[in-house]
């Protein structure tokens, strides 16, 4: 059963930046795709950003597109989300997700983490 775990969420003013981590407990396969998600009380979970661990493709969505940058350390099993130039509308629940088959920023991942908080104060 693969593990999820985030840290790194936090408070910080508008135009901040915040790194998030994902450690992932176990590693089985070496085709697999991730993805960070985030969810607003009042908002349906939305896809942030995902990679493709089998060539390192990213997607981003839109609305952070520039700002954000998702990257994968296979070494050390962890999955980063680089948050520059924080919006007061990047406040969230931020999740990491990982699926050996689906890819992209689709909310249909197999195995999710608990999550981390992200304010952004203006």
């Known amino acids: 059963q693969v593990q999820l775990v985030e840290s790194g969420g936090g408070s910080v003013e508008a135009g901040g930046s915040l790194r998030l981590s994902c450690a992932i407990s176990?590693?089985?396969?070496?085709?697999?795709?991730m993805a960070w998600f985030r969810q607003a009380p009042v908002n349906e979970r939305e896809g942030v950003a995902s990679?493709?661990?089998?060539?390192?493709?990213?997607r981003y969505a839109d609305s952070v597109k520039g700002r954000f940058t998702v990257s994968l350390d296979s070494a050390k099993n962890t999955l980063y989300l680089q948050m520059n130039s924080l919006k007061p509308e990047d406040t969230a629940m931020y999740y990491c997700?990982?699926?050996?088959?689906?890819?992209?920023?689709?909310?249909?991942?197999?195995?999710r983490g608990q999550g981390t908080q992200v304010t952004v104060s203006s």
């Open positions: 176990r590693m089985y396969f070496n085709q697999f795709c």
């Open positions: 997700a990982l699926d050996r088959w689906q890819c992209g920023l689709r909310n249909a991942y197999n195995h």
């Open positions: 990679i493709d661990a089998g060539d390192g493709s990213t």
